[in-house]
């Protein structure tokens, strides 16, 4: 397990270093922004849609290493989905994340590293920060959100 833990921890740096899809989206339909007061991650995703579909999704913002990668990792996930699947995915990562349910590690492929974070309660908050944001623009509910 510990080699597992190593090949997570890589990914997870990996996507810190060199986030994809970072940066401004011009002509985005959805814009949220998400902050952690706990440990003062700050992103601002946006996407731009197409019917029912995501065509582009990117980020902005700072935070820790968890964060950034978590929404590097999404955004690539997102990306030509459909709503309904990125809304899927959220509440698959949220089981992940919690250990409330089995994960599908064949669906949830990469994203699986994530799971890396549910033996450091105080860094869930971090990894899941940018799923909430997808939730709530998808939903279109809020303006904002916020971990707390
Ligand atoms: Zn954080």
Redesign the pocket.
Known sequence: MEELQDLYQEVILDHNRNPRNFGPLPGATHSMEGF?P????RIHLHLKTNGNVIEEARFEGQ?????TASASLMTEAIKGKRVEQAEQLFSEIHHLLTGDAPADEDRLDKLIVLSGVRNFPT?V??AS?PWHALNATLTGEEDSVSTE
């Open positions: 952690n706990l440990c003062g991650d935070g820790c290493a968890i964060s860094r908050k971090c920060l």
